[in-house]
């Protein structure tokens, strides 16, 4: 398995200083003054901002194909709309804490793991489901 | 009275979104909407295209096929604004207000011929006004449809061509089936008018049909008529569809023109319009379809969107279908092109995310009281939509000044202003020629005559710096770009041209 290393939190606080100032140059030039300048790029709200655009990286299609291919990608979904249905909360908890880890800590395998539960799953209730149907 | 007042308020939002300083902002036009406008100028003053071809369904420009329906359309809006920025953008402008009351429209035929028939639909039935009106808010303020309906874009005009097809499909099934004629009209002209609507309008109309036929009365007849008026309207654009012009386009942009493996590339282009940074963060790359800084949808839809899909999931009614297959059929032409993701050619995908959104907004707003959407998710929204606006008027013109080839018009009209002074004008090929053709108002005629001939263009001829400039003993004006030094000949720098960022883009000099 090849795990791709989008983004963490150093790379956010990194990026947020270089993006401010960019911003702020853009205001300068356009005549804005420093409070317009503050109140519509100030890191209150771009911090937050990249740090959840970090985190959900994470979570959408792209990041989960890219690591465990398209069967993969069609259980982490079976898994999510299953885990939904069956209002299985710990699981759905674990997995909206996984990117975090990821974010915090170079990925390992270990917190793959996650996302290999949620296809499992995924799998399994997929099977019982289909089961079900045919008996129907 | 009150839902009346609300609806032409959002039209009036939607109006003054899309309208306002039209002419400059973006801040130029691009070359695709330069061969737009001077073919529509073409058109309307001798009845050919720019090659000289009488009355054509495709348009050659830059080594591709332009499909017809912007150009002719445009052709009429020079006819009342004369050839200008106004003209060439304000049929896509005008596309997208229609594209905001259609919305309205759509959900609310949608749920009177669903009523009783969908889970999903009888749950909001009694909402049925206010997911229309909220669906229109939210199309008339999305950044995805306000960055294609202010410039010259024929995606604009083709999402609204479907927006009226749905609507006459819907109507057909409520008020009788000649509706279907209009309906099959405005589907096969959306075919006239944008790539993505050859892939996506065969297979929206196949959804439909089956999805919806045991909704529509007398089946039989009405699917006969239907096919029957669609196979008439699309009938003389038929041979240039499969043509090898009308291919050119499709084939050039398709993902058969990437390397490594088909299926690993559609799937990544697949999933990389439904990925977050694109969708809700950073919205397209190219500059021209994005403000670069903001997603394609606002960064508060997302919640409501996940909450919606989850209802679509559970509920896997027709409606959800509906919404889903329209979502997917939207990507389906991005993912087979060479870009991906794309925000232009899955335009035809916005107003599906907003009524996705209004889904998942309406259902928080029942369990949520009326001062908690007052205190929080107003502000939130507003914020985000300011936040837009500030992006928008103030950074966009700077950051984008470029992308848009700007400079090229202030170029042309800047030596218009002092070409009498001059013998020669020498130009560089860095100042396109359709902006010369253009904003010169060069006669259509005498370049159809020419043969298109695009080296010399009324005074202006094109030569390679520095050594092609003639030894004479008349008055020459050159247009260089900023690197050349043009001393050896004696010229003067009369003027330099900047971009409306402040950036020179040419040097004028006089020898």
Known sequence: MNINYICSVDSVIRDV?????????????????????KLFHNKFFVYPSNFFDCYL?????????????????????????????NKNIRILFLLLFAPVI?????????????????????LVYSIINLKKYVQK | MKIKIFFLLIIILASMLRIYKISSLPVSLYWDEVSIGYNAYSILKTGKDEWGAQSPLLFKAFGEYKLPAYIYTTSFFENVFGPSEIAIRLPSALSGVGTVILTFFLIVYIFDVLKNKDKLIDTFYSKKISFALISSLLVATSPWLIQFNRAGFEASLALFLTMLGLVFFFKAIKSGYIYFILSSLFFSVSIYTYNSSRLFTPLIIGALIILFRKCIPNFKVSLLIFIVSFVIFISPFLPTYFSKEGLTRVSGE????????????????FVSNLDSKYLFFKGD???RHSVGQIGELFIWQLPFTIIALFLLARYRSKFAIFLLF?????????????????????????????LICTLGFLYIFKKVSRLGFIFVILPIFLANFIVYQHTYYLHYPIVSAQDWQDGQKQAVLEIEKIQNNYDHIFVQRDLHFLYILFYSQYNPAYFQESGHNINKIGKYEYVNLPVDLPINSQRNLVL?????????????????????????????YEY
Do not use: C
């Open chain 1, 17 to 37: 200083p270089m993006q401010l100032w960019e911003l702020s140059t853009n205001d300068g030039r356009a005549g804005q003054g420093p409070e317009i300048v």
């Open chain 2, 285 to 287: 790359t190219n500059l």
């Open chain 2, 254 to 269: 398709s993902i058969f023109q990437l390397k490594g493996n088909l299926v690993d590339n559609f799937i990544v282009n």
């Open chain 1, 57 to 85: 990286s994470y979570l959408f299609p792209r990041y989960v194909y890219q690591n465990f291919s398209i069967i993969g990608l069609i259980l982490f979904f079976l898994g999510i709309y299953f885990l939904v249905i």
């Open chain 2, 326 to 354: 329209w979502l997917l059929a939207a990507v389906l032409p991005v993912a087979l092109s060479r870009i991906s993701p794309h925000s232009l050619r899955g335009l035809i995908m916005a107003p599906v995310w907003q």
């Open chain 1, 102 to 122: 990821m974010m915090l800590f170079f990925p390992s395998i270990y917190f793959t793991l996650i996302y290999v539960l949620i296809m499992v799953y995924g």
């Open chain 2, 480 to 508: 260089a770009v900023p690197d050349y030094n043009l001393a050896y000949r004696n010229a003067k720098l009369i003027k330099k041209i900047a971009m409306s960022n402040g950036d020179i883009i040419f040097y004028l």
